[in-house]
T-cell receptor
Framework: AQSVTQLDSQVPVFEEAPVELRCNYS??????LFWYVQYPNQGLQLLLK??????LVKGINGFEAEFNKSQTSFHLRKPSVHISDTAEYFCAVSSRGGSQGNLIFGKGTKLSVKP | GAGVSQTPSNKVTEKGKYVELRCDPI?????LYWYRQSLGQGPEFLIYFQGTGAADDSGLPNDRFFAVRPEGSVSTLKIQRTERGDSAVYLC???????????FGQGTRLTVV
């Protein structure tokens, strides 16, 4: 069975600093991985996804993630964060083949960017 | 519509009452998904429709929860005899099916008092 673990529930960081949000997964089938962002009182927005191909995935808003099969990780990174990046970030794995709608989510990481 | 629309945005109900939550998917999207997000948790899968039929309802917590999609477009999530533990944000998503991207609505915040 698939599962996702987000190792940090909260990550405080200063503006313009780099950030890494950690995600580990377990899956017995082909892996399809996602990162979503949720701003306060808004729905989930897809940041990026790994379905196949290059293990380094670039997404919106300057975020990127690297799929590491040996470490079963899919950590999210940004070299320089902005105040507007303050939000909750969710890592997810597809639970049904390549379906991008049948997802198992982690518990989320709250990113707080301070001036 | 331009995106997935969920109504109402907020619903407060008394314990034991019946509620219906509505989801309008993106026009033409054949796949529709319901999730529940409790406070401090990630979204949890409830049910998945492909067209009019429920292809996977394994996430529904018990028989008080039921969902329909009679014409393959709008879906309604129905909760009978609500309990305080049902309080959560209920999210809906839709996709064009297969391995296409799913888009989420802003959710309905249900509070059972």
């Amino acid at each position: 069975a698939q599962s996702v673990t987000q190792l940090d529930s909260q990550v405080p960081v200063f503006e313009e600093a780099p950030v890494e949000l950690r995600c580990n997964y377990s899956s017995s089938v082909s892996v399809y991985l996602f990162w979503y962002v949720q701003y306060p009182n808004q729905g989930l927005q897809l940041l990026l996804k790994y379905l196949s191909g290059s293990t380094l995935v670039k997404g919106i808003n300057g975020f990127e993630a690297e799929f590491n099969k040996s470490q079963t990780s899919f950590h999210l990174r940004k070299p320089s964060v902005h105040i507007s990046d303050t939000a909750e970030y969710f890592c997810a794995v597809s639970s049904r083949g390549g379906s991008q709608g049948n997802l198992i989510f982690g518990k989320g990481t709250k990113l707080s960017v301070k001036p | 519509g331009a995106g997935v629309s969920q109504t109402p945005s907020n619903k407060v109900t008394e314990k034991g009452k019946y509620v219906e939550l509505r989801c309008d998917p993106i026009s033409g999207h054949t796949a529709l998904y319901w999730y529940r997000q409790s406070l401090g948790q990630g979204p949890e899968f409830l049910i998945y429709f492909q067209g009019t039929g429920a292809a996977d309802d394994s996430g529904l917590p018990n028989d008080r929860f039921f969902a329909v999609r009679p014409e393959g477009s709008v879906s309604t999530l129905k909760i009978q005899r609500t309990e305080r533990g049902d309080s959560a944000v209920y999210l809906c998503a839709s996709s064009a099916g297969g391995n296409t991207e799913a888009f989420f609505g802003q959710g309905t915040r249900l509070t059972v008092v």
